[in-house]
């Protein structure tokens, strides 16, 4: 009998936008791939401690738009709640950011009257809110973001590490594969291949891969060439990380904007990283020109 | 090089494990899952993972000593073999993942640190901050892009689980799932299927769980015949921050790292926290369980805040029950290095700074110790015999379950750090049986099996985008149907209530067949797929409730306080001693009754048809739980005589049966 905290009931009686009562919302839909995309407004209850996520689940309970019509749920990705898996990132008054922790009391402040909910920019929209990031997946592949390890049976102990290395490294290690750097980054620009009638699964899945390997590889998959280039074991396939991070789409076409760091919801350094990286693929390839 | 096709349902912590090791094993894997598995619901564990090392071992530990933790713990619900298994295997998963690049914290030496975790005295869990089971998934993801990118792996994310395909002779075949997309339907044979599926807290409607513990593939395995072990066991975690969207999860860690709960002896105490002097604050976990302090195990630390806020009224706030979680006593430092990812969550959520005011807090539903029922083959050291086709292998020949979704590990109560553990392991484990499974006989399932099930689906699709005029709305009844299961389900048990809510679940299930949906499309449609995970969670409701109703006794995380045993009254020892000795008799007489195993299967009716099972308790003899028990030492006392005269016993019949044969 654990008494299910009705957020009614919590203590935040004082709280600016207690009055309010109604939380008004605009979103920004598209049906399908290659649809129109069109504005719809909503309003739904306040309550005291609300983010993104509970106002889209009232959407969702609703189902009906602020005009009365019928609408079909807002989709949208979702699945922790608590900053830890990446899944929805969507750009809240028009910043990319994570909708479980975007609090609504904090985004009235912002903005008061209405929260307006857009998809990511730099990926194709699947449906309403809800994105394709597989890009963002295939960089890291691209990148080689493991520790070629031998296998799996037992060899003892990983390296010695020590807490100064630790602590540089776990950092880095908390990228979640949000997107929110990427979606942030000028040079990031929206690449959306869409299958031809006459094209099979195959072929289309292999094109879509080609543009991804000439589109730029953007800040996360960066810092994880850094992170394991940086692992004692990792970096026994550094000079590979370092190929790919100077091919096509590689690090060069860092702006150096830094958007990036600005918006990321873990604050990992990515401009620190971004700059090692150069800094390593400049001598990388300094020697490889003199080892020819 | 072994051979064959498997397919992997579920890409946490022991689908990935499993995805890792059966493609080094030269297994081709297809791995399905709700999400992109890098945001499994295994990022959420914090606090770490269990294991025997060097530096306990020096202070008198073992791999012995951390099976009994983790069988006492779990109130010796657990078939012991397998325990023991997982026991010893600790070190070398801790090494491997070590190797795989995990940053976990670092000594100044550069060992691996260790903290503290409930339901033990030594420092045996590796953490990487307060994010370990991020850390843990990322690694074993990282591996399984690997071998993605070597063509060995084929993922399908963002794909739903439906049912598995079963042959005549009742096994399994593979399966058939949905694109979450396109809403497509695609079958899937396979020489074995393995369910990772992780708990099922959605039942719960809000808990610590992610969006996607709904227990829909667990339920879609057991309404096609698989049993259901130990159901009615779901650990509520003592600590966690109440939220209208999701109750969050505020580790154990905090209280390893040395955090203290109290709550002010006024009740309801205006003044700030802060304000408070030591002597006018009831650190009541310290004072009733010297031993164990802050980390006596989940189920008591749970019950006891529970208590303290309901029967005695303690609780911090008047309309909103909770207790302090006080950290502002630690360093700063130390406290951003070890434990910073909780206490962002904290303060990004709540907006106060967890280092400078005490944490409000209160329990919240967290693990499902129950799952699916699954099989071992017990080797002759006692533990469980690597490569065996029985291991983890579910009551359907050739579908398997690991990690959360089986029953196998943590009995009737799970103890923290240990799931980490559970889930890698069994997903380890499982590869070469695995791999034994499908060595033989190459799978060549009729493929009439697979449209008559591919048909199934599209009905039941249909029918439920085809639903209109409809009165009841899925998400309203799911709100309905975790509030009752919270209310009756969790910390305090009564067989009253439980009658009255198993009526109301049927009643819920009913309605649920009248929903009607707001999405009637064929693309991306969330609202069909919620609804149907929805109708699934009710036979997975029913088995708690039937299982929790007639298991008329208190063990770990199920306790009925007109079963439960108090300690000693008396105060002269004379009496105490009898006291102890009707106790005694007591504990013994229960353990012959409810020492088993709860095995729920789907009946052709919906109702759970419940058995019970006997557990191997060869390793590890029975004994009374009696962390904080009023006169615990003297029960203590009277069962070791007990166990002495038996054992005398015992000596003394074979030394006559010897005598005999001479």
């Known amino acids: ?292 | 090089m072994a051979q064959g096709r498997v397919l992997v349902i579920g890409g946490g912590l022991a689908g990935l494990a499993a995805t890792m090791r059966m493609a080094e094993l030269g297994v081709a894997v297809d791995l399905v899952s709700l999400v992109p598995v890098k945001r499994s619901h295994s990022v959420c564990a914090q606090g770490g993972i269990n294991s025997v090392n060097a530096l306990t071992r020096q202070q008198g530990d073992n791999e012995w000593k951390h099976f009994d933790d983790t069988i006492y713990g779990g109130d010796f619900l657990q078939h012991q073999p397998p325990v023991k298994e997982m026991a010893d295997w600790g070190p070398r998963i801790i090494d491997l993942m070590d190797r795989l690049g995990v940053p976990f914290n670092r000594t100044p030496e550069g060992f691996r640190d260790q903290r503290r975790f409930g339901g033990t005295l030594y420092k045996r869990t590796a953490f990487a901050g307060a994010t370990t089971g991020q850390q843990l998934l990322y690694a074993l993801d990282e591996q399984v892009r690997r071998y993605e990118a070597e063509g060995r792996v084929k993922k399908w994310e963002f794909w739903d689980f439906l049912e598995p395909v079963l042959d005549d002779a009742g096994r399994c075949r593979g399966a058939i799932c949905q694109d979450l997309v396109t809403m497509k339907f695609h079958a899937f044979p396979a020489d074995a299927v393995i369910l990772a599926t992780g708990g099922c807290g959605l039942v719960y409607g809000r808990s610590t769980m992610s969006m996607v513990c709904t227990g829909s593939a667990v339920s879609r395995a057991y309404q096609a015949g698989a049993a259901y072990g130990n159901g009615e066991f779901i650990q509520v975690h003592p600590t966690a921050i109440p939220g209208a969207d999701k109750l969050r999860l505020m580790s154990e860690s905090a209280r390893g790292e040395g955090g203290r709960v109290w709550v002010p002896r006024k009740s309801q105490d205006a003044r700030d926290p802060r304000e408070i002097p030591e002597a006018e604050r009831f650190y009541f976990l310290e004072e009733r369980y010297p031993k164990y302090g802050n980390l006596v195990p989940r189920d008591i630390a749970t019950r006891e805040i529970f208590d303290i806020c309901t029967t005695e009224g303690l609780s911090v706030e008047k309309d909103r029950l909770c207790v302090y979680l006080d950290l502002t006593h630690l360093s700063r430092e130390m406290l951003d290095r070890k434990l910073g990812g909780i206490l962002e969550i904290y303060e990004k959520f709540q907006g106060v700074d967890p280092r400078s005011v005490p944490m409000k807090i209160f329990p919240a539903v967290h693990y499902s110790m129950g799952g699916l029922w699954v099989d071992y083959e017990r080797s002759a050291n006692g533990g469980m015999e690597e490569g065996a086709v029985r291991n983890q292998q579910t009551s359907i020949p050739g579908l398997y379950a690991i990690g959360e979704c089986d029953y196998q590990y943590h009995g009737a109560n799970r103890l923290g750090a240990n799931s980490l553990l559970s889930c890698i392991f069994s997903g380890l484990f499982v590869a070469p049986s695995i791999v034994s499974a499908t060595g033989s006989k190459p799978a060549s399932a009729e493929s009439r099996l697979f449209e008559a099930a591919l048909r199934r689906q599209e009905q039941r699709h249909e029918s439920l985008l085809s639903k209109r005029g409809g009165d009841e709305n899925p998400y309203a009844l799911h709100q309905d149907l975790g509030s009752l299961m919270t209310r009756v389900a969790t910390v305090v048990r009564r067989n009253e209530q439980l009658v009255a809510a198993y009526g109301e679940v049927c009643d819920l299930e009913a309605r649920w067949r009248r929903c009607s949906l707001s999405d009637s499309g064929n693309w991306t449609n969330q609202n069909v797929v919620f609804t149907k995970s929805l109708g699934d969670m009710f036979p997975i409701a029913k088995l708690i409730l039937k299982g929790a109703l007639l298991r008329d006794e208190c063990r770990g995380a199920h306790f009925k306080p007109a079963f439960s045993m108090p300690g000693i009254a008396a105060t002269d020892p004379v009496e105490q001693r009898r006291e102890a000795e009707q106790w005694c008799d007591r504990f013994e007489e229960n353990t012959r009754k409810w020492l088993k195993s709860t095995v729920a299967r789907h009946g052709a009716d919906g109702h759970p048809q419940i058995s019970y099972e006997d557990i191997d308790t060869s390793l590890i003899p029975p004994r009374p739980r009696l962390y904080g028990l009023v006169g615990g030492d003297v029960i203590e006392e009277v069962w070791k005589e007990r166990g002495q005269r038996q054992a005398t016993g015992v000596a003394a019949k074979a030394a006559v049966a010897v005598g005999a044969g001479v």
């Open chain 1, 1 to 292: 009998m654990i008494q299910a905290v009705s957020p009614s009931d919590a203590e935040h009686d004082s709280e600016p936008h207690a009055a309010a009562k109604t939380v008004h919302v605009r979103v920004l839909r598209q049906d399908a791939p290659g649809q129109e995309s069109y504005w719809e407004r909503h309003a739904v209850p306040y309550e005291p401690n609300m983010n993104v996520i509970s106002v889209l689940q009232k959407i969702a309970e609703r189902s009906r738009a602020e005009d009365g019509r019928q609408v079909a749920p807002v989709a949208w990705d979702c699945s922790c709640l608590e900053e830890v898996c990446g899944s929805c990132t969507m750009l809240v008054n028009g910043r990319t950011r994570m909708a479980c922790s975007a609090l609504v009391d904090r985004l009235l402040e912002e903005s008061p009257g209405e929260i307006e909910l857009r998809p990511m920019s730099k990926f194709p929209v699947v449906r309403d809110l809800k994105v394709d990031r597989s890009r963002l997946f295939h960089a890291l592949e691209r990148v080689k973001a493991w520790v070629p390890v031998d296998g799996s049976y037992d060899h003892g102990a990983g390296p010695r590490i020590s807490p100064e290395e630790q602590e540089d490294a776990y950092p880095l290690s908390t990228c979640m594969s949000c997107g929110c750097c990427l979606e942030a980054c000028p040079q990031y620009t929206k690449i959306e291949a869409v299958r031809r009638d006459d094209e099979s699964e195959a072929d289309f899945e292999q094109r879509r891969t080609a543009a991804f390997d000439r589109g730029f590889i953007g800040a996360h998959a960066i810092s994880q060439a850094v992170l394991f280039n940086g692992h004692p074991t990792g970096r026994m396939i550094a000079d590979e990380r370092l190929a790919s991070l100077t091919a096509a789409g590689g690090i060069q076409q860092c702006g150096n904007a830094q958007n990036c760091v600005a918006v990321c919801p873990k604050h990992i350094p990515l401009t620190r990283s971004i700059a090692r990286a150069g800094r390593a693929a400049t001598v990388w390839a300094i020697k490889k020109l003199f080892d020819r």
